[in-house]
């Protein structure tokens, strides 16, 4: 069994900063890439960044500049560091991760955490 559990939610004014977190827990071999997710209202998830094992990232064109991704393996856990926030930013976010159990690899989810940003 493996859980996501994210944290670091909330409601911020426009221009502000959060920062959430996602530590993965069971019986995990490896993780693989790990990344976030955002859905708004009424729209499709889209990807926000995402983090190898090695340490390369890749942002949406939408936040980058003003958010980072970064992991720390030794505790299975991903960070997202959101900076001059805007209302678009938003949503539901979502961690994943691909975890290697057993000699599988498998993408989990985490259950979502809100982000509101008030103008």
């Known amino acids: 069994q493996v859980q996501l559990v994210e944290s670091g939610g909330g409601m911020v004014q426009a221009g502000g900063s959060l920062r959430l977190s996602c530590a993965a827990s069971?019986?995990?071999?490896?993780?693989?890439?790990m990344g976030w997710y955002r859905q708004a209202p009424g729209k499709q998830r889209e990807l926000v960044a995402t983090?190898?094992?090695?340490?390369?990232?890749n942002y949406a064109d939408s936040v980058k500049g003003r958010f980072t991704i970064s992991r720390d393996n030794a505790k299975n856990t991903v960070y997202l560091q959101m900076k001059s926030l805007k209302p678009e930013d938003t949503a539901v976010y979502y961690c994943?991760?691909?975890?290697?159990?057993?000699?599988?690899?498998?993408?989990?989810w985490g259950q979502g955490t809100q982000v509101t940003v008030s103008s």
């Open positions: 069971g019986s995990i071999f490896s993780i693989n890439t």
């Open positions: 983090i190898t094992s090695g340490g390369s990232t």
């Open positions: 994943a991760a691909a975890i290697v159990r057993v000699g599988v690899i498998n993408n989990y």
